[in-house]
Structure formats: C-alpha cells, structure tokens
C-alpha cells in the first residue's frame, strides 16, 4: 500500500474525461464484421427450437461438420434480445458499457492502492484499452471473453489488496467461468489464467516470502479454482467442450485458420494496420520498468510474471486474442506498481509532472493517429461512426430476399453471416464465417475464389445465383467476365450474379441506393469499375457523384472523372475528345485506360485516312500500336499505312521503339487467324504490300462503331458529368 500523494482534483477529472473520450474514439465504429449476426440467428434458433444445442447444417444447403462446438448460447441470446428490443443503439450501448467497466474496475483498484493520482496508473490503462480494443470491445461473443477476464482480474487483486476481508471472492470465480463457459470458447483462457494465478501463488509462497498469501486465502484460492475447472464441464455439452477447447489450441487447427484475418499475428501487414506492434512494445516497455524496479525490491510477484508472459505470447499469436493482454497487462502492472520503488509508486513534485506526460502523449498519439484514420482513410471496417462494415451485404441480401426467393444461393465467406441472418430460414446459402462446420472443403472454396479452379468449384456447387462480394476481387472479375453469368444487381458491398440460362424478373436499375453514398474510397473506385466494365453508365455517374462528394480532394476520384469523360466521349463518337482525355502519360494516372484508348485510336486512324488527312492516319496509327503492341489491328493499320506512304515517295516520321512498317506486317500475317473476324483480304492486302507495293490507297480495319442509337444518350452523360 501506498499513501497517495496530491495531484489536483481538477487534473484528476481531467484525466477522467480524457479516458471517456479516448474509448468513444477507439469503440466508435462499426459492427466490423459478420459474426453477430450468424450469433444472433443463433439465439434465434435457440429460442425458436427452445434448444440450447444448434443444429450446424440448418442454415446452408451445403455439408457441414456437425461435430464441432459452438457453445455460446448464452452470449447469443442474449445479443439477440438486446437487438431485438434496441437495434443496433442497445448493441453499441452495450460495447460502451464494456470498455467503460474496464475502466471503472481498473480506477477502483488503483483506488484501493491509493495510486489513483499516480500519472503511470492513467498511463497503464490507456495502453491496456489501446491493446484491447481491436478483439476486446467488439459486438460479437467475444465482449464476453473480453468481460470475463476483467472480472477474474479484478476479483483477484481485490484478494490481493486485503487478503483477508476479501479471501472468499475466489468462490465467484466458478460463477464467471460458468457463464463464460457459455457464452464464448475463450473462457479456455479464462482457466489457463486462473491455472497461472494458482501457480504463481504456489511459487510465491516458495520463492517471494513478501508476496506470499495468508494460508486460509491460499485455501479458498484452490477451492475456486477446483470450482472453476469444474465449471467448464456445466454446458449443454458436458467434458466434450472443454475437450475440444483443449484440442483445438493444441492442435494444428488453429494454422489453419491464417487465411482468415483474425487469426494472423500481431506483426502481420492487418496488425500493423492496427498498430498492435506499437502497442506491444509500449505495454512491454511498462512491464519492464515495473519489473527491474520490483527485482530490485525483491518483491517480485510470480503471478504478474507469469500471466504477462504467457499472455504477451498471445498477444503476439492472434489478432482475436489480443485483448487478454491489454486487461492483464493493466492490472497486474496496477498491482504491482504498489510494490514498485517510491520514484514509480509516489512520484512528487516535477517528477509528477513529468509523469503526467505519460497519459497525455499515450491518448494523444493512439487518438490523434486512430481518429484520423478513421476519418480521413477509412477502411472496410473501421471509420468513426455506427452502421455496419462493408464486407456485410446489406442491401443485396434484402434483393435476393425480394427477388431471389425461389433460387439456389452461391455466396462467399463473408458475406454468409448477414445473409443467414437476413434469409434464414426461407432460404438457404453455401457458407459463412463459421467456418469450422464447412472446414472439410473450405481449402477447396478458398482457392477457387483466388482463381485456381473456379469454374470447376462454380461448376459444382451448381448454383441459380452467386453474391460475391466486392472484398473478393478475383472472384466478382471471373463472374463479370464470365459468358454463363451476368450481372442482376449490385450495391456498394456485393454483386449478385445470375445464370444466363435462367430468366430473372427485371427489376430495374443494377445499381442499389447505397451506391451514391460509399463511405471508402478504394471501395467507391472499385465499384465505379464494375460499373463500367458491365457498361452500366447511369449508374457510374451515380458512383462517381457519391465520390466526389465524399472524398472531393481524393486525386483518384478526380482521375476517374477524366475516365468517364472519355469514355462517354468514344461511345458519343468524338473520337478526337475521347483521346484527349484518355491520353493521360503522367505518373500519377490512377486509371489506365488502355484498352479504350487503343479503340479510339484506332477509330482516328480511319476516320482521318477517310478524310484524307494521311500523315495524321500514320501519326495516331502509331500511337494505336504504341498503346496496344499486340493489337492485330493497331499492326495491320499501322503495316499498310507505312507501307503504302513509303510506296508513294514520303517518308513518314516514326517514333521511337516502333518496329518496321514490314515487321508489323509480318507479326499481322502470323497472327490474324487467331483472332475472329478478319476478313481474308487483309492478308492479300499485307502480302502486296510486302511484295511489290500497292499504289491504291488501302482500306484499313478499326473496332465496330459505338451504336448510333446511343449517341445522345452518351453525350447527355457527358454534359451531366461535366456539370459536376
């Protein structure tokens, strides 16, 4: 124990406001991915069956592994009841609540010590919360984990403040490990740490005689643990649960999982995203002063050793698990710095003061960088505000809902968790995040929708429609490229596709209402190309308008107006506008039109060869072969101009880099019949002109016409555009 030194009490309120609004910056976002939501449809099963046992294949049309355990039965009913009574406000309330109790139990501790006013106590559960947070205070069962082990630590050094009033707290231990038990796997975590409470204890009654309990306390510990290990056994499932939470972590499961997002480490390119590494050795820097201060006391307490080693292993392991440091980090180094020398426990005068930096930089730094993030390079999942990420397909979902009833659903990982949620159980789909009851065939799943034997898998899977995701890059180009698939409808998170061999009720436009407000910039590009690649026009003013509105100083939106512009200008055939815009050579051209742009020089080449403007024909004949240098085409134009000028007495100017008139037309005769639709009498055309020259003016080759019936829709498009 300490006797706690003044710090202001305004500075004291102060530090507390700061902590508020450090965990409204950090837990302001959205549901950042799909699991709640195959959680809940569990809770809804639970009551609607009234079983507390789900049947895994309920849900998909697909084979699943019903051996595997989901015991969270509790945590999803009740995230279930908090949603159907509140919505989405109770569940964010309810994630607040979280990290506020974190807060309230750490402060009631550093209370008890009278280290409330020490600076490094503030400093130390900033650092925890900023650890914590990614996995910890998330809406999904895992918040349960995340209390459950604020409980156990705060229970526990509530015994080791008084010893002997609170020696019977450990006797509440079974109580928690029992609703853990039943409402997420990682209680497997909760007992390790109850495993290395007992342990340490052990090893302080041997090795540190100052740290050593009363035996009575030791007595009760034991007996809460024995309770607590029997507590595992008190679900629906009896010893094969905590069987197979033994399995899996010693398993090799667990390496099978690194796909996923959530099981890579800490040191991956998503925890750097993160900042986990900074956070890691920011926490570590504080156990290490805490450490060789206590060393030097000798009064080291083996439970704070071993807890935060085998934590920050964890920590290290898996992003999912991250938060069970950030709360035992907290609270052992809080405990601990009691015990610390008197420069750490009761640090006065400018040595406060100094201290007093500590908080101040730590919410400054994860604040500062985390808020701007989030506000001005938002990604999938995190941006400052509520509604749901982008990898759940809200608006697609309620389209297959509507219109897609009767039909056999493909869909990817995740997006199966708001798709059950949404069609369960009208409709069936193919996966979700789960995982565990697809895992026999998820390798195979996996690969395909990289593009390694997609059309075998698509092929056997045998479905009406697919939803894909615009997370699955590979995937929505195979099905937009696709001859068997088109395109039925798409918002700002997924496409549906369906088979071209089925007929479908028109429902009008593509594009969904969501599309004219995407909150990411990356995601707002990527389906504005979509929608030109599927040659949806109307809809890709819509994206681009959304945009530009939301990110108006973002060079690749405007970049991609320049896109647009070109393209309506080609389809409006002002081919000469088309090529000014198109024809952009800076580094910094975050689109490159290639292929448009080859289209519509070739278009200048004839149209000029037509008016008789025969150097400007060679001169965009060049720029044809210079975009496209594989374009039969761009080297048959660019062959029979060059060879029916040099026939005729002139001598073209050729740029750099360009072969010969005649090589072109020698890579034209070897390659013509691999490509469609090349009348035969361009070849004789070539070999005269190879052979003793042609004195007619040669016909040239160019793309089919944009329709003419089109024109003035695409120049409507244009003077809209350009009125943006």
Not at 85 to 112: E, M, N, P, V
Not at 387 to 407: C, K, Q
Not at 565 to 585: H, P, T, W
Request: hydrophobic letters at 45%; one cysteine or more.
């Amino acid at each position: 124990m300490t006797s706690e030194s003044k710090l202001p009490t305004g500075i004291l309120w102060g530090l507390l406001s700061l902590c508020v609004v450090y965990i409204a910056v950090l837990c302001t976002s959205p549901i950042k991915d799909g699991d709640i939501w195959w959680q809940m449809a569990y809770g809804k099963y639970a009551i609607d069956n009234a079983t507390l046992i789900a049947d895994h294949g309920a849900f998909t049309w697909t084979p699943t592994d019903g051996g595997i355990i989901y015991c969270c039965w509790l945590a999803q009913i009740f995230l279930f009841f908090l949603h159907s009574i509140g919505g989405a406000a109770l569940l964010f309330a309810f994630k607040y609540s979280s990290a506020l109790l974190f807060l309230a139990t750490f402060l009631d501790i550093a209370r008890r010590e009278k280290l409330l006013r020490n600076p490094l106590v503030w400093a130390l559960w900033l650092t925890g919360m900023a650890m914590a947070n990614h996995s910890g205070a998330t809406l999904k069962p895992e918040i349960f984990s995340f209390i459950g082990m604020i409980a156990l630590n705060y229970l526990w050094y509530r015994v080791r403040l008084s010893p002997s009033k609170a020696s019977k707290l450990p006797y509440f231990f079974p109580l928690i490990m029992l609703i853990w038990a039943n409402s997420h796997g990682g209680v497997i975590f909760g007992a390790i740490f109850v495993s290395l409470m007992w342990l340490g204890e052990v090893m302080n009654s041997l090795f540190s005689r100052s740290q050593r309990l009363p035996i009575g306390t030791r007595r009760h510990l034991f007996i809460g643990s024995i309770l607590s290990a029997a507590a595992l056994f008190i679900t629906p499932y009896g010893a094969d649960y905590p069987r197979q939470l033994g399995e899996t972590l010693l398993g090799s499961s667990v390496e099978e999982l690194k796909t996923i997002s959530d099981y890579q480490t800490a040191f991956s390119s998503q925890g750097k995203l993160l900042h986990l590494p900074e956070f890691f050795f920011l926490g570590a820097s504080f156990l290490a002063i805490l450490l060789i201060s206590v060393f030097r006391r000798q009064s080291i307490n083996w439970v704070f050793v071993l807890t935060n080693l085998f934590f920050g292993f964890l920590y290290c392991y898996m992003l999912r698990t991250t938060y069970f440091w950030g709360v035992t980090l907290a609270f052992t180094s809080v405990y601990t710095l009691s015990f610390a020398s008197a420069s750490l426990r009761s640090p006065t005068g400018k040595l406060k003061l100094s201290y007093l930096a500590a908080p101040l930089l730590i919410s400054a730094f994860v604040s500062i960088t985390i808020l701007r993030e989030k506000t001005s390079q938002p990604v999938l999942n995190r941006w400052f505000g509520y509604g749901m990420s982008m990898t759940n397909p809200v608006e697609e979902a309620h389209y297959i809902r509507d219109n897609l009833s009767g039909f056999k659903l493909g869909n990817d990982y995740d997006s199966g968790a708001y798709l059950l949620w949404t069609l369960y159980p009208d409709q069936k789909h193919m996966i979700d995040p789960r995982y565990f009851p697809f895992k026999t065939w998820y390798a195979e799943y996996y690969n395909a929708l990289k593009g390694n034997g997609t059309q075998q898998f698509v092929s056997k899977m045998n479905c009406d429609v697919w939803c894909i995701g615009f997370l699955h890059r590979e995937a929505v180009d195979w099905f937009q490229k696709s001859t068997d698939w088109k395109p039925l409808f798409y918002g700002a998170r997924a496409v549906v596709f369906g088979r071209k061999d089925l007929d479908f009720e028109n429902t009008g436009s593509l594009g969904g209402e969501e599309i004219e407000n995407i909150r990411i910039s990356g995601r707002a590009l990527h389906v504005l190309t979509f929608a030109i690649n599927i040659n949806d026009w109307e809809n890709a003013n819509r994206i681009y308008r959304g945009a530009k509105n939301n990110f108006p100083e973002e060079r690749a939106v405007r970049d991609s107006k320049r896109v647009l512009e070109g393209l309506y200008a080609y389809n409006s055939r002002d081919f000469e506008s088309a090529a000014s815009y198109l024809n952009i050579q800076e580094e910094g051209a975050f689109f490159r039109s290639n292929g448009i742009l080859l289209k519509t020089y070739l278009q200048l080449t004839v149209q000029k060869w037509n008016e008789k403007s025969d150097t400007e024909a060679f001169t965009y004949a060049q720029a044809a072969l210079l975009t496209g240098n594989k374009d039969i085409l761009a080297h048959y134009n660019y062959g029979v101009l060059g060879g029916y000028l040099s026939s005729s007495g002139l001598k073209p100017q050729v740029a750099p880099n360009l072969p010969s008139w005649e090589e072109s037309l020698g890579f034209f005769l070897e390659n013509y019949q691999k490509v469609g639709g090349i009348p035969s009498q361009t070849a004789d055309i070539a070999r005269s002109m190879l052979g003793d020259g042609i004195k007619v003016a040669p016909s040239l080759m160019n793309p089919s016409l944009p329709p003419e019936d089109k024109v003035e829709t695409f120049k409507q498009l244009l003077i809209e555009l350009r009125e943006e």
